[in-house]
């Protein structure tokens, strides 16, 4: 008992846990925020230039497709390894915490527009025609209609892209990222330090309940359906 | 008032074109309650789909209120779209808007004033009904009020031309009373030109002054439901008047329709007084349409020749026809 607690009161796990969960939420949130804001108008184009969409327009949307869909095939641990002039780019240094929220949200554009696009799918074709009907314009059919219609699915689309940016996020820390990742792998792996290894993972999943029972709670409350 | 002239609207489909209007030309008249009737595949929704402009005509004009919607570019096409209101068999609100919200839709996408919009969405609630329920969003609502908030949106925009696109088809038979009511009701006090697209017999009865019935993309009758049931070769007083499913037994029979108040009530002993025999009932009904009273029956001929049968009705004023 006393070892276990001598164990847990090590800098690593007192101070080192702290800051590697920081660092974690860092580079989720901010390729979270990224992600939505730029993978919400890329969802839109796709659904409103599909065929029987709002504006058609093929050839665009094979284009967008076929660019969205290279991307989420690739791991993500290629697709970071290969994004890294870009991220120099961006944040002027590949490690880090900020550098790897690059390649996170690049990596999670796609999969945020795609699932967008699908939430817009479920919207009822009806309420769109009721919208043209009254003399709508094609934006405000999207911004009026589409998008509060959607709210729910959106909510989960987003619930679902943090989750999997938390997965991607230890990814990220095995080359350089840090956060929670970065300690499993150092600590848990390299040294064998079982008790750093367990409760990086209790704090993962805590965080993963806890993200996918608030985006679930907020979810059903913007639902009127 | 709405005038289609030469109206014709093609697709082009995989295995060629397909003309789902040919050279229809119809009149609503301002104030009147006009049923559009057919068979699905006969144009119906094409129709409905061009008169709120959602669909170009490949040919000839669709004319609201003296404004050619053909002619239009897109932003004076949205503008004219306000001016026919449009309701739909699945009300198609917003689910995640309240009623009152749902109402005001049409009047922010007019760029209407907040304050306006409510105080209009609430005028419009109380003018279907539903004062009180301003705050209820429609999975609150039966089907019933669904539609009276499908109704009221789409008075929004003073439209002069309510259009209904099969309005009651999802509802069940008292609702379908209650909304069709809501239907006349407003279109009489406003004054509008009242559209009503339905493949029910039972909605034209109630509710329609006049009547287009659609067969493939053509017009085959229109006019006046008392003067149509009335004219002869117009089929429409047959199916205005439904027999029952007749029990067993083997035709040949002969169907009669008389119209007008004392021949259709007295049409079955003034026959068989003529014949000087009884002839037996097999399925029969009465109605009354458009004001006019309407009978129909199918007579068993017994020993008689159908066909002796047939020629005395119609020497008797009625319409009469062998059936098998």
Known sequence: MNELLESLTRPVVTEGLTEATLQTLWMVGLSGLVSVLLGLPLGVLLHASSPGGLRPMPRTNRVVGAVVNVTRSLPFIILMVALIPVTRLVTGTSVGSTAAAVPLAIGAIPFFARLVEAALRNVDPGTVEAAEVIGSTRRQVVTKVLLPEATPGLVAATTTTLITLVAYSAMAGAVGGGGLGFLAISYGYRRFDTVVMVLTVIVLVVMVQLLQALGDHLARRLDHR | MIVCRALRKEFQTRRGTVVALDDVDITFARGSVTGVVGPSGSGKSTLVRCLTALERPTSGSVVVDGEDLAALDDTRLREARRRVGMVFQHANLLANRTAADNVALPLEVAGVPRARRRARSRELLGLVGLAGREDAYPAQLSGGQKQRVGIARALANDPSVLLCDEPTSALDPTTTREVLGVITDVGQRLGLTVVVVTPEMSVLREVCD?????????????????????????????????????????????????????????????????????LALVAGGAQTIGGTHLSRVRLAPGDLDAHDVVTAARELGSRAEVVA
């Open chain 2, 210 to 278: 006049s009547v287009v019935v659609l067969a493939d993309g053509r017009v085959v009758e229109q006019g006046r439901l008392d003067e149509l049931v009335r004219h002869e070769g117009s089929t429409l007083a047959a199916e205005l008047v439904p027999l029952p499913t007749p029990g067993t037994g083997r035709g040949p029979w002969v169907d009669v329709v008389t119209v007008g108040e004392e021949a259709a009530a007295t049409v079955v002993s003034r026959l068989s007084r003529r014949l000087e025999a009884d």
